[in-house]
C-alpha cells in the first residue's frame, strides 16, 4: 500500500498539537486548578481589594484561557515558517518519504518511535522533540485506513 500526501499545515494545527499536550499532561489540570482558584478568588475578593489587585485578578483568570493559548499561537506562527512550501510527504514498504525541492529523504519504519491518533490529526513521532502531523484536511476519509496502515508498520 502507499500513500502520498501534500504536506501543508497552518500555525492552527501546530497550536491544536500543544494544546493537545499541555491539557493532556498533569500541566493541563494545574492550568484548569489555577484558574478556577483565580475566579473563586475574583468572586470572593473584587468589593475589598484597590484596583491594582483587580487587575492582577482579571490577569490571573486570563493567563490560562487567553494569554497562554495566544503565546502558543503566536510560537506556532514563528515554527510554520520554517516548514518548506512545497514539502510532499509519502508512506510505501520502505518507510516515509520526504520531499522538497531541495531534498529528497526516506525514514525508515524503525526509525519511527509512535503513531498518535487524535480527533483532528495523526501524530508521527520520530523522538521526543522531532515528529510529523498529518491532519485529516491532508488525509480525507482515509483517516482510519491510514492510521491502521502506520500502526501495522511501526509495530513491526
Known amino acids: ?18 494544546m493537545y499536550g499541555i491539557y493532556g499532561s498533569i500541566v493541563g489540570v494545574a492550568n484548569i486548578i489555577f484558574t478556577i482558584s483565580m475566579f473563586a478568588l475574583v468572586v470572593r475578593f473584587w468589593r475589598d481589594v484597590n484596583t491594582f489587585l483587580k487587575i492582577l485578578l482579571i ?33 510505501d514498504d ?22 498518535i491518533k487524535k480527533s483532528s490529526m495523526i501524530i508521527i513521532l520520530l523522538n521526543s522533540n522531532q515528529g510529523f502531523i498529518i491532519t485529516n484536511n491532508m488525509i480525507g476519509e482515509e483517516k482510519d485506513d491510514f492510521f491502521n496502515y502506520l500502526v501495522s508498520k511501526t509495530n513491526k
Do not use: C, R
Open 1 to 18: 500500500m502507499e500513500y502520498k500526501f501534500s504536506y501543508k499545515i497552518t500555525a492552527i494545527d501546530l497550536w491544536k498539537l500543544a
Open 94 to 115: 520502505k518507510g516515509m518519504h520526504i520531499k522538497t525541492s531541495n531534498q529528497d529523504s526516506i525514514i525508515k519504519w524503525k526509525e519511527i518511535k509512535s503513531v
Open 59 to 91: 490577569l490571573g483568570v486570563f493567563l490560562f484561557i487567553i494569554i497562554q493559548p495566544m503565546m502558543i499561537y503566536l510560537k506556532s506562527k514563528k515554527q510554520i515558517e520554517a516548514v518548506p512550501v512545497d514539502m510532499e510527504i509519502g508512506f
